[in-house]
């Protein structure tokens, strides 16, 4: 494997994902269970078509099965599985076929919409495949083998994952469709927040709300008390969820978010990163000079560094009107945006105090749809 790769001109180190260590584990259990012999290092193939060499930890022999395991190694995108132990339990079945199941802190899919059915092992359909290949290479057509995936820290790990929210239960997934991960990309977040559109659909929600955060998602239910299940969260990917959510086939949408996300998306802004693009002063600026503010103003809304600074300046003035103006203004974007006559989307602006703002024209209507919270019963003493 080429180990680095450069972004933005800086070096880094590639690494590999749970998939690629749960298929080298189970490989050299097999092989160890076959020969008889203990082997320090497994070879594997990638779909991407780069081999690893992974370095077998934890061997460990029963009458019947042998366990092993490959560490985890994230290169220099570091996340909440990097160092882990994947392990791999294998051992003779009595038909030819390979299966694969999940053990100690693999978690267990609760909900229809995921990769794999409800009950079965947070196991993805690339990295089953990439162990039944592996495996098979070892012990050929006429044998069968049970592979059971293990992670013993996955329990308390899978807690800083998007699993919980997946309804993926009792550790973590096993997860990647290329076997190595690239350092500083946003492809696997991008996908898992997929994940949560389609499962949603699965479901049969047909009414989205994409918002960047835990600031949104308080605001839905804070103030909007609209139910949890039509909530996504887009990061800053706003571009990317409006197009996946297109090809799943929402038809509603409604973007709630803080006004200084949502404000570059009134100027046609759809990553709203400050390291991709930070325009929040200028844009705020031209709209404020379109409605015919003084010089004198625009200059003290330039001095401020955050939106919410100039929130105070706006109230002062009395020039709420921009609020509604750049709340339509999202709008009218992202139906230019996707260019989908048959998408209805709406925009909400919100303040971090959660203060609503502003709502686009179409919102309303829009929310009607939407299931509200259930009120909570309150308990009566009958004492």
């Known amino acids: 494997m080429e180990e680095f790769v450069y972004v933005d001109g800086k070096k880094y180190r590639r690494g590999y994902t749970t998939g690629s260590s749960a298929t080298g584990a189970a ?28 370095k077998v ?33 294998v051992r003779w079945q009595e038909d030819n076929k390979i299966t694969i199941d999940g053990g100690l802190g693999i978690g267990r899919i609760t909900q229809r919409g995921l990769d794999g059915a409800v009950g079965e092992a947070a196991i993805n359909k690339v990295p089953r495949q990439m162990i039944s290949k592996e ?6 057509t006429n044998r069968g083998m049970m592979v059971v995936i293990s992670a ?11 699993n919980p929210r997946l309804g993926i239960m009792g550790g973590i997934s096993i997860l990647g469709t290329t076997g190595i991960v690239e350092p500083m990309s946003d492809e696997g977040w991008k996908r898992s927040l997929s994940v949560e559109l389609e499962m949603k659909k699965a479901q049969g929600i047909e009414e989205i709300i994409l918002v960047p955060g835990n600031h949104g998602e308080r605001f839905v239910s804070n103030v909007l008390k609209i139910d949890s299940k039509h909530v996504v ?11 996946e959510c297109k090809r799943i086939g929402f038809k509603k949408i409604v973007i709630a978010g803080h006004l200084g996300k949502l404000i570059k998306v009134a100027a046609g802004i759809f990553h709203t990163h400050s390291r991709v693009a930070d325009a929040r002063s200028e844009i705020m600026i031209a709209n404020l ?36 103006i750049l709340g339509d203004k999202c709008e009218t974007r992202c ?22 703002l502003a709502r686009s024209e179409s919102v309303d209507a829009l929310l009607e749809r939407y299931t509200p919270l259930t009120p909570e019963v309150e308990e009566v003493d009958n004492d």
């Open 27 to 54: 490989k050299a259990a097999a092989f160890m269970l076959l020969t008889g012999e203990d082997i320090e290092e497994v070879q594997i193939d990638t779909p991407k078509g780069i081999v690893l060499n992974l």
């Open 57 to 89: 930890h934890h061997i460990i022999r029963d009458a019947d099965s042998v366990t092993c395991a490959i560490q985890k190694d994230g290169g220099d995108d570091v996340d909440a599985t990097h160092g882990m132990m994947i392990y791999a339990t």
């Open 135 to 140: 495996v098979r290479s070892v012990i050929g």
């Open 152 to 162: 013993p820290e996955g329990v308390e790990i899978a807690k800083k994952t998007f």
């Open 233 to 243: 969260r887009m990061s800053n990917f706003v571009s990317y969820m409006l197009v």
């Open 289 to 324: 000079a379109l409605m015919g503010v003084r010089y004198e103003i625009l200059k003290e809304v330039e001095s401020c560094l955050t939106i919410e600074a100039t929130l105070e300046i706006i109230e002062r003035e009395g020039l709420q009107e921009v609020y509604q």
């Open 335 to 356: 139906k230019i945006h996707l260019q989908d006559e048959s998408i209805n989307i709406g925009v909400i602006l919100f303040t971090m105090a959660g203060d609503e």
